[in-house]
């Protein structure tokens, strides 16, 4: 089992950036798929990014793809989702997530663990 606390989340105007980090314990994260998803009041949650550090694999969703990026420290045991030239639209609560099977997942329900949300918001 593993535990993930998310941070790094807070107030940017349009074109700003910010980096969450999602940070684990109890087991190693390379040991999972790794997801970032955000939910936006009102709406249902989205698929943002995935990862398998193993398997050498990331997916983004189209809305971020080109402007965000994952990145990993091992020491630290944590990913990072580093959001550039943020939206007012990729204001959200953003989570990261696990997944124990091996292969690399944008369906929500089929993580196993998920961390607290931090709140991303985009000022116009």
């Known amino acids: 089992q593993v535990q993930l606390v998310e941070s790094g989340g807070g107030l940017v105007q349009a074109g700003g950036s910010l980096r969450l980090s999602c940070a684990g314990s109890g087991r190693t994260l390379s040991s999972y798929s790794m997801g970032w998803f955000r939910q936006a009041p009102g709406k249902e949650r989205e698929f943002v990014a995935a990862?398998?550090?193993?398997?050498?694999?990331?997916a983004f969703a189209d809305s971020v793809k080109g402007r965000f990026t994952i990145s990993r420290d091992n020491a630290k045991n944590t990913i990072y989702l580093q959001m550039n030239n943020l939206k007012p639209e990729d204001t959200a609560v953003y989570y990261c997530?696990?997944?124990?099977?091996?292969?690399?997942?944008?369906?929500?329900?089929?993580?196993?663990?998920w961390g607290q949300g931090t709140q991303v918001t985009v000022s116009s």
């Open positions: 990862t398998n550090w193993n398997r050498g694999i990331t």
């Open positions: 997530a696990a997944n124990v099977a091996a292969g690399l997942t944008r369906t929500g329900s089929l993580y196993d663990y």
